[in-house]
């Protein structure tokens, strides 16, 4: 925990995929002090076809969904958006009014840990 999902139009090299994977989970240990090994990523591709921004069809964006267990202060779910936003920017060359993060707190007892049980249970 905690859990990134990272989605992108299309087009994007194997190296960036691999970079916009890597340097997120790096951007949230950075950001918010959670321990690498508990950073999990994935991307999604889609075509740029299937995204409308504002009525502009066929634009390209980088969005995140982050979700982790409640608890963290403002200031640091700031430095978390600041940080995704930042690195998809350096990463994909998009300008960051393309890129968006969405985060979601989850209460303990609502978040699965490893051994099946809550992250309450796990003392989280």
Same mark, same amino acid.
């Given at each position: 925990?905690?859990?990134?999902? +990272?989605?992108?139009?299309?087009? !994007? ?6 970079? !916009? ?6 951007? /949230?240990?950075?950001? +918010? ?47 978390? +958006? ?8 350096? /990463? ?33």
């Amino acid at each position: 925990m905690p859990y990134l999902i +990272i989605n992108a139009t299309e087009g !994007l090299s194997a190296d960036q995929k691999k970079q !916009l994977l890597e340097r997120s989970s790096n951007a /949230v240990v950075s950001s +918010i002090g959670a321990p690498l090994k508990s950073v999990r990523a994935m991307l999604h591709e889609m075509p740029k076809e299937n995204y409308l921004d504002g009525g502009q069809y066929g634009h390209k964006t980088v969005m995140y969904e982050v979700d982790f267990i409640e608890g963290r202060t403002e200031e640091l779910k700031s430095a978390l +958006i600041s940080a995704l936003s930042k690195t998809a920017h350096e /990463v994909t060359g998009l300008s960051e009014q393309d890129i968006r993060v969405r985060l979601s707190d989850f209460p303990k007892t609502n978040m699965g840990m490893a051994g099946g049980i809550t992250a309450k249970q796990a003392g989280r």
